[in-house]
């Protein structure tokens, strides 16, 4: 059983938030090899982590922290503006009101069986899409693997923003790519998952802060 919260970093805890750190730098750094700027700090944290980002935070039913995904405005200096602008070399980097950039979405794999990881990637994808169309959100752009670009484009009216791109560092080749996101979307993904899903979004847990040192 997992439960979901989405809220602004201004209205997040601290030691919440570098629960949130460390995790994502044990996954992106230790099980993704990603050569991050800050790999040897042991959190990833960037310049894209700020009061205005959004954060899907998931919990285990013990209150473990065990997936996250990042929401930016594209309206303000974002990962993909800063730097991935070369990935869009079709029509450039996409920015509105209505267009959000998702990025660091990963699920810690230690923690779950592989069934598990398979029903909270859906579900986080669920919860991004129903999320997005209550604030208004048409459109989300990404980075990811070519490979979950592929995968994507079932449950995603998705479509490539520029040519996939060879990094040496991790081996991998990646895309960028914009998806809509609406109340058709948030159906073909409850067709998909095959359930309609309607697990409210809850308050982040309450708890000591030493518990996140």
Known sequence: MFYFCIDQGKNIPAYELELMYKMRHKVCVLDWNWSLPNKNLGRDKDQFDRP????????????????????????SPHLMSEIFPHQCDFQGVPQGSDIMELSRLMVDQDCLTHFEQVQLYLQICLAITKYSVSI???????LSHTARYTKSVVVWR???????????????????????????????????????????????????????A
């Open 52 to 75: 205005d980002t959004s954060y899907l935070l998931v919990y285990n039913s013990e209150d473990v922290l065990v997936a996250c995904a990042r929401l930016n405005p594209t309206t």
């Open 136 to 142: 208004g959100i048409t459109q989300l752009t990404w």
């Open 158 to 212: 998705t479509r490539p923003l520029g040519t996939p791109l060879f990094y040496e560092d991790d081996s991998q080749e990646y895309i960028a790519a914009i998806m809509e996101v609406n109340a058709e979307a948030v159906a073909r993904l409850q067709r998909f998952i095959r359930t309609d899903w309607t697990e409210p979004l809850r308050q982040i847990p309450t708890r000591k802060k030493q518990r996140a």
